[in-house]
């Protein structure tokens, strides 16, 4: 069973560029999660979806990131514009149940290496 | 808020020497305790899981028991292998998943 793909794998721009990153979870997974994780820190959470509905987004800096999850399927984060602060990995998950659920399992992608430069 | 507080590394061990990582949490409520692993270059596994106080998870040689008393989570394997180096994450679920800051291992042979 493939796992959760993301791309691209490591992406560097100049800061005020946009960039975007790309996730497919897990066949099956209506649970999809977009973390950042800073250099020697534990991910933390951005988004959370249920399907296609954003069910918790108060971590997410809105005045300059994005996310969509059409159809309830694959995913897109995006960034626009681009500051230094935001190198870092950000990291896509997916569940199988609601995020709600003390048993859920979260199955991470390699995540995306962000450069601003 | 609930948070996960895990010992600070990197530690270096020995092959076969034997291996403690901290954790301890901060909760209102009975979240489930997780250690995740993260090896060079991929993404973050579930390595073992606890959903309820005396719980032992555990998986590949390694065990964590959920003591509510102590509100810790500490992860322990009896011998360690060059493969187990890697950055090992405590993290506790509510509605959410809260990650601790990583701690990383190396093992030399």
């Known amino acids: 069973e493939a796992g959760v793909v993301q791309s691209p794998r490591y992406k560097i721009i100049e800061k005020k560029q946009p960039v975007a990153f790309w996730c497919n979870p897990i066949?099956?997974?209506?649970?999809l999660y977009w973390y950042l994780q800073n250099l020697g820190q534990g991910p933390e959470l951005l988004i959370r979806?249920?399907?296609?509905?954003?069910?918790?987004d108060s971590q997410l800096p809105k005045d300059r990131f994005s996310a969509e999850r059409l159809k309830g399927v694959d995913s897109t984060l995006k960034i626009q514009p681009a500051e230094l602060g935001d190198s870092a990995v950000y990291l896509c998950?997916?569940?199988?149940?609601?995020?709600?659920?003390?048993?859920?399992?979260?199955?991470f992608g390699p995540g995306t290496r962000l450069t601003v430069l | 808020g609930n948070s996960v507080t895990q010992m600070e590394g990197p530690v270096t061990l020995s092959e076969e020497a034997f291996l403690t990582i901290n954790c301890t949490y901060t909760?209102?409520?009975?979240?489930?305790l997780f250690w995740y692993v993260q090896y060079p270059g991929e993404g973050l596994q579930l390595l073992l899981k606890a959903t309820k106080a005396d719980d032992k998870g555990s998986n590949k040689g390694f065990e964590a028991t959920y003591r509510k008393e102590t509100t810790s989570f500490h992860l322990e394997k009896g011998s360690v292998q060059v493969s187990d180096s890697a950055v090992y994450f405590c993290a506790l679920s509510d509605n959410d998943m809260r990650f601790g800051a990583g701690t990383r291992l190396t093992v030399k042979p």
């Open positions: 979806y249920e399907n296609e509905e954003a069910v918790d």
């Open positions: 998950a997916s569940s199988e149940f609601s995020g709600l659920s003390s048993y859920n399992e979260q199955f």
């Open positions: 909760a209102t409520g009975y979240p489930s």
């Open positions: 066949s099956g997974h209506n649970t």
